[in-house]
């Protein structure tokens, strides 16, 4: 029993479950029908659980920003602990380390109030050529969306 206890103190051992927890709470928007049922049942977006005039808004910011710290942390671990240095490896940390960074940023620039749910709120969107106009909150979140999409691939390969 102590020896077990002593493997998984080690930090290549405690990998997998940094991972997982990472994966749940970055995943928090499944908190969304038990906690804002009718944002969820509304068609909101993910990111209008976090708004300031939602109910529970601090439990979904602070899994993000707990999210984000943990896949800093799990793309450390994985830096110091893969032994091949190939480009894919080299992209999957950096991935996991932008995805970290980009969930805490994302947590701190909350949209003000949910549209979904509040006809007075505008969030301004504007993609021309001559002004765009983009709240900080969604240049943090193409971030997200990018690392979402190519991390899995990245570890693939």
């Not at 977006?45 to 999210?67: G, M």
């Not at 980009?102 to 007075?120: G, I, K, M, Q, R």
């Not at 504007?126 to 979402?148: D, F, K, M, Q, T």
Request: charged share 15%.
């Amino acid at each position: 029993m102590v020896e077990r206890i002593a493997r998984w103190r080690e930090p290549r051992n405690q990998i997998p479950l940094i991972a997982v927890l990472a994966a749940l709470c970055f995943n928090n928007w499944l908190l969304g029908p038990l906690l804002n049922y009718h944002l969820f049942s509304s068609n909101g977006s993910v990111s209008e659980f976090s708004a300031t005039n939602q109910p529970y808004y601090l439990i979904f910011r602070t899994l993000d920003i707990f999210s984000g710290l943990l896949f800093a942390l799990l793309a450390l671990l994985l830096a110091r602990f893969l032994q091949q240095k190939d480009r894919w490896r080299h992209t999957l940390v950096l991935g996991l380390a932008i995805l970290g960074i980009a969930n805490v940023t994302d947590a701190f620039f909350t949209l003000p109030c949910s549209e979904t749910l509040d006809a007075v709120c505008k969030v301004p969107v504007n993609i021309s050529l001559r002004h765009l106009e983009i709240p900080s909150h969604g240049y943090s979140s193409v971030i997200i969306a990018i690392c979402y999409f190519l991390l899995p691939l990245a570890g693939i390969l």
